[in-house]
C-alpha cells in the first residue's frame, strides 16, 4: 500500500511520471491538466509532497491548502514563483534542481555566440524565406583569437570558458566572489578589473539576477566597450539595461547581441526584435530534452527522498517550525544572516574565513547561528545555489575556513552574535548584533564604531575623518541625488574616526557613490542592500 502522496503540479517529462509511478511506496497524482482552483482544493491537501514548474505560485493560498505537506519540488533552477519564508515557517522545505540544465545553458550560450559571429539567422532567412543566393551579403568573422569576457564564472560560465578556449578564443574572466585559481586553472586569465571585461571583443554573462547584478551593462559601460563589440545574455533578464542595449546596437556601438532572457516575458512587443542586429530566442536556455530529462528524473528522485525523510537535496531553506525553538532563537538565526550577507556586500571580494562569536544563552545555538551567517555570505555570490543544507560543504570546497566561538556572558547584552568575515583580498570586516523582544533586531557594532542599526533597507556606509561639517556635506550629496534619507546613525572612535551608516528611500547608484567618495574627509564608503 502507498504511504506517501506526490501531487505533480506542471507537466515535468515523462521520465520523471515513470519513476514516481514505479514506487510502490508512492501514489502519484498527475495534477498537471487540473484547473489551478482544483489543484489547490482537491489535490494539495493530499501532497506530502508537490513538484512543481513556474505554472504554479506557491502562495498564501497554496500554503493554506497544504495540510500535510512536507516539501516541495521546483523542477527548474528558479524559485520566484515559491513563498520561501512561508514555506519555511510552515516547516515545508523548498528544493529546486539547480545543475540539471547546466549543460543546455551553456550550448545555448555558445549556440548565440556562433550565431552572431556569422549572422546565421540573418543568412538563413534570406535563403530559405526571401529565396536569394547572395553570399557576398553575408562575410561573417572567427571567433579564434578574439578576446571573450565572461561575467561569473560559476557552473556555467566556467562550462563555457572551457568551450571557448577550445575555439583557441583568448578569455578572461571576471567573478569577485571566486578563488582566481578556478579560472587560472583552466588556462583562462582572471581579472579583478571590470573594465578589462568591458575591453574584450565577445562578453557573456553569467551571474544570478541580484541587486548588485540587475542593469549591472548599462549606457556607461557599454561606452566603455570596443566599437564592434558583441554581448550574449543567456542568464537572467535585465542584467542588461534593454534600452541601453537598444540604443548601442542602434548605434552600431554594439556589433550584434545574442539574447535568451529579457526583463518581462514573454518579450513579443520587445523594442530589441525590431533591429536587425540581434539574435534572440524565447527563454529557450533549458529547452533540450536532455535537460528536460534530468530536470524531471531529478525532481521526481528528490521528491521521493524527502517524502520518505531520507534526505532533502537542494534545499533553498530550513524547516523552522517556531513553535520548536526557544523564542528568542529565530530573530537570532535571520539576524546573523543579514549580517553575514551585509559583510560579503561591504568586502566585494571572496571569502577567506567565517568567524561566528555568540554570547550569551544564544551560544548554545552557534552551530546553526554559523549555517546561516555562511549562507548570508555565500548567497551573495551564490544567490539561489547556496542552501542551509549545503553551506558548509560547499564553504570547504571553496576552502573557506568557518570558526564557531562561544561566549557565556555578552557583556552589556543578554545575548550578542557577532560575524569576522576575513576575504581573500586581505579586507576584514566584523559586525555585531542582537535581537530584543518581540524580534526587535539591532546591529551594535561595525569594526569597533558602536551603532543602534536596524537591519534593514538600503543602507550608505561612510568612513571618514572625524572633522567639522562632513555629516552636512554628506546629506548635500544625497540630497543633490533627488534621494531621502531615512535614518543617519553614527559611530566614533578614540583615534579621529567616524562610520555614518545612512538608510536611504532610493537606489544608491555609482554616481552618488563616487560624489561621496570624492569627499576630503572621506575614507571609504560602500552601499549594502537588505
Keep these: 500500500m502507498p504511504q506517501y502522496t506526490i501531487v505533480v503540479c506542471d507537466h515535468i517529462h515523462e521520465s520523471g511520471l515513470k519513476i514516481l509511478a514505479s514506487d510502490p511506496e508512492v501514489e502519484m497524482i498527475n495534477a498537471a491538466d487540473e484547473p489551478k482552483d482544483v489543484l489547490l482544493e482537491k489535490y494539495i491537501p493530499l501532497a506530502d ?30 524559485v520566484d514563483n515559491v513563498d520561501i519564508p512561508g514555506c519555511s515557517k510552515l516547516g515545508i522545505v523548498v528544493m529546486n534542481v539547480p545543475t540539471a540544465n547546466t549543460i543546455a545553458a551553456v550550448e545555448m550560450t555558445m549556440a548565440h555566440m556562433l550565431a552572431c559571429v556569422r549572422q546565421f539567422p540573418y543568412a538563413h532567412n534570406n535563403l530559405k524565406l526571401d529565396r536569394v543566393w547572395r553570399r557576398q551579403d553575408w562575410y561573417g568573422t572567427e571567433l579564434k583569437d578574439k578576446k571573450l569576457g565572461i561575467i561569473g564564472f560559476g557552473n556555467i560560465g566556467s562550462r563555457v570558458g572551457k568551450r571557448a578556449k577550445a575555439f583557441e578564443m583568448d578569455v578572461v574572466a571576471y567573478d569577485p566572489y571566486i578563488d582566481p585559481r578556478k579560472a587560472t586553472d583552466l588556462d583562462i586569465a582572471y581579472t579583478e578589473n571590470f573594465d578589462e571585461i568591458l575591453a574584450c571583443d565577445i562578453i557573456t554573462i553569467h551571474t544570478p539576477k541580484t541587486e548588485e547584478t540587475v542593469g549591472m551593462i548599462g549606457a556607461e559601460e557599454i561606452a566603455k566597450m570596443k566599437d564592434g563589440v558583441i554581448l550574449i545574455n543567456c542568464a537572467r533578464g535585465g542584467l542588461y539595461d534593454e534600452a541601453a542595449l537598444y540604443e548601442g546596437l542602434k548605434s552600431g556601438k554594439i556589433a550584434m547581441a545574442g539574447i535568451d532572457v529579457f526583463e518581462k516575458e514573454p518579450a513579443t512587443d520587445n523594442p530589441l526584435l525590431d533591429l536587425n542586429n540581434v539574435t534572440v530566442t524565447p527563454h529557450l536556455g533549458a529547452n533540450t530534452r536532455e535537460s528536460q530529462r534530468n530536470i524531471a528524473v531529478q525532481a521526481s528522485e528528490n521528491a521521493i527522498a524527502a517524502a520518505k525523510g531520507i534526505a532533502y537535496p537542494n534545499a533553498l531553506n530550513l524547516p523552522i517550525r517556531e513553535n520548536e525553538l526557544p523564542d ?15 559583510s560579503a556586500q561591504v568586502l566585494k571580494s571572496g571569502p577567506k574565513s567565517i568567524r561566528v562569536t555568540a554570547q550569551g544563552p544564544i551560544a548554545e545555538y552557534v552551530d546553526s547561528l554559523a549555517t546561516f551567517a555562511t549562507v548570508g555570505v555565500l548567497s551573495e555570490s551564490l544567490a539561489d545555489s547556496i542552501n542551509y543544507v549545503n553551506a558548509e560543504y560547499v564553504a ?94 553614527l559611530g566614533r572612535d578614540k583615534t579621529g574616526q567616524a562610520l555614518a551608516v545612512v538608510r536611504v528611500d532610493g537606489t544608491v547608484g555609482k554616481d552618488l557613490i563616487d560624489r561621496l567618495a570624492a569627499l576630503p574627509a572621506c575614507i571609504s564608503v560602500k552601499s549594502v542592500s537588505l
Excluded: C, H, W
Design 49 to 78: 509532497v508537490a513538484i512543481t514548474r513556474s505554472s504554479t505560485d506557491v502562495d498564501e493560498k497554496f500554503l493554506a491548502q497544504a495540510k500535510k505537506l512536507k516539501a516541495i519540488v521546483r523542477a527548474g533552477v528558479g
Design 328 to 342: 528568542f532563537v529565530a530573530p537570532f538565526l535571520e539576524l546573523v544572516q543579514k549580517i553575514g550577507n551585509m
Design 396 to 489: 570547504k570546497e571553496r576552502e573557506i575556513e568557518i570558526v564557531k566561538e562561544t561566549v557565556p556572558e555578552a557583556p552589556g547584552f543578554k545575548n550578542l552574535v557577532t560575524v569576522r568575515l576575513a576575504a581573500q583580498n586581505g579586507s576584514v570586516i566584523r559586525i555585531s548584533g542582537t535581537a530584543f523582544e518581540e524580534n526587535l533586531q539591532r546591529i551594535v557594532d561595525i569594526d569597533g564604531y558602536t551603532l543602534d542599526l536596524v537591519p534593514k533597507g538600503r543602507l550608505i556606509l561612510f568612513k571618514n575623518n572625524d572633522e567639522p561639517g562632513v555629516i552636512g556635506d554628506v546629506g548635500r550629496i544625497i540630497a543633490e541625488a533627488g534621494i531621502n534619507i531615512a535614518d543617519f546613525r
